[in-house]
C-alpha cells in the first residue's frame, strides 16, 4: 500500500517544532526600517534649512561666522539677510526700521565690533566709554537736554540758544529716522579758559546706526558742529543729558527715564550711570561740590543741508 502523505496543515505541531518555525520566521523577515528611514531622509536630519534657521536665533554674531566658515552650505544659509536682520535686532532690542540702506551683516558688524565715535575722530582725546544701547527715532524731531524732568509743555523757537537759556533745552530738527546707538563718552576737553576744568568732559554720544559705513563720515567730509551750549552757573548736584523722540516723550516706556529714583543711584555713588528705552536715552553722574556746568550741543550732518546723523551733549565742570 502507498505510504499516506501527512498533512502538516491539519497535524499539531510540537511546541518545540513551533518555536523554531516561529523563530525562523522572524529572522528571515527582519529588515531594518530604521537604516531605510535614515537613508531616506538623511537630509532632512543634517541640512534642513527651517531647523537651521530656527538654530541661528538662538546664536551671536561670532558664533554664526564660525558656523559660516564649516561648510558652504552652511554658509549659503547664514548669509541670509532676513537671519542677520533678526539678530540685530534681537541683540539691539529694537523694532524693525521702515528700511536701511546697507546689509544686515554690515550694520550688525557695526554696532557690536567695539568701535565708537572717538575711534575715528580725535582718538587722542578719548579717555573711557561706555555702550548704553540702542533706541529708535520715529519723528524726525529730537529733544536734546541736560534736565532730567519732563517738560510741561514744549516751546517751538526758532532760537536754539533761547530754547537753551530759558528751558534748558533744545529741539533739533530733521534727525534720521531708524535705529540710534548710544554711547557714554569721558574725553579730554577741548583747551579752554576755565580755571576750575579738571581736563575731562562727559559726551552723550548717539549716532544712526548707519554713520559708520556711510562715505562721508568716512572720508572725513561729514564733521560735528555747534548747534547750541548752555552755563548751569550754579552747583549741580549732577552731570546729565538725555536724547528723546519728541513724539513719545509721553510715551509709558519714556517715563523710566523721569523715575530718577530707580537708576540714577544715591547722591554718594560717583559712578556713571545711563537707562535707555524704545525711544529715548539719558545718562548722569552725580557730582560733588562744584560751581556749575559748561553744556554743549554738537550735531552732524549728511551733508550741508543733509538729515542729523550723530548728537552729542556734553558736559564740563564750571
Known amino acids: 500500500m502507498p505510504k499516506r502523505k501527512r498533512n502538516l496543515s491539519s497535524e499539531p505541531q510540537r511546541p518545540q517544532t513551533r518555536r523554531r518555525l516561529r523563530r525562523t520566521k522572524t529572522i528571515c523577515s527582519c529588515n531594518s526600517p530604521s537604516s531605510t528611514f535614515l537613508n531616506a531622509h538623511s537630509n532632512f536630519f543634517w541640512y534642513e534649512i527651517d531647523v537651521w534657521t530656527e538654530i541661528t536665533k538662538f546664536l551671536d554674531g561670532r558664533s554664526l561666522v564660525m558656523l559660516a566658515a564649516t561648510s558652504r552650505w552652511f554658509h549659503g544659509l547664514i548669509m541670509e539677510e532676513s537671519i542677520w536682520k533678526y539678530v540685530c535686532l534681537r541683540d539691539l532690542q529694537v523694532p524693525a526700521p521702515r528700511s536701511v540702506a546697507f546689509n544686515w551683516i554690515n550694520l550688525y558688524a557695526s554696532a557690536f565690533d567695539g568701535s565708537h565715535s572717538y575711534m575715528f575722530r580725535q582718538p587722542e582725546k578719548h579717555i573711557d566709554w561706555m555702550r548704553i544701547g540702542a533706541f529708535s527715532i520715529d519723528s524726525s524731531v529730537a529733544l536734546l537736554t541736560e534736565k532730567l524732568t519732563a517738560p510741561v509743555k514744549i516751546s517751538y523757537e526758532d532760537n536754539i540758544e533761547n530754547m ?61 558742529e555747534l548747534i547750541g551750549s548752555h552755563d548751569i552757573k550754579k552747583h549741580a548736584d549732577g552731570a546729565s543729558g538725555a536724547i528723546f523722540d519728541v513724539n513719545y ?69 564750571l
Open 249 to 317: 516723550l509721553k510715551a509709558t516706556s519714556t517715563s523710566a527715564v523721569f523715575n530718577l529714583s530707580s537708576w540714577i543711584g544715591k547722591q554718594t555713588d560717583w559712578q556713571p550711570k545711563a537707562v535707555i528705552t524704545l525711544h529715548a536715552v539719558a545718562v548722569n553722574t552725580n557730582l560733588q561740590k562744584n560751581e556749575g556746568l559748561h553744556v554743549k550741543y554738537h550735531a552732524m550732518r549728511a551733508g550741508d543741508d543733509g538729515e542729523v546723523v550723530s548728537i552729542r551733549v556734553s558736559q564740563q565742570l
Open 164 to 224: 537753551l537759556q530759558s528751558h534748558g533745552y533744545c529741539l533739533l530738527n530733521n534727525v534720521k529716522n531708524g535705529i540710534w546707538i548710544a554711547d557714554l563718552q569721558l574725553v579730554r576737553c577741548p583747551v579752554c579758559d576755565l580755571n576750575t576744568c579738571d581736563g575731562t568732559m562727559q559726551t552723550l554720544d548717539a549716532r544712526h546706526i548707519e554713520l559708520f559705513l556711510s562715505e562721508g563720515y568716512l572720508d572725513g567730509s561729514w564733521e560735528y
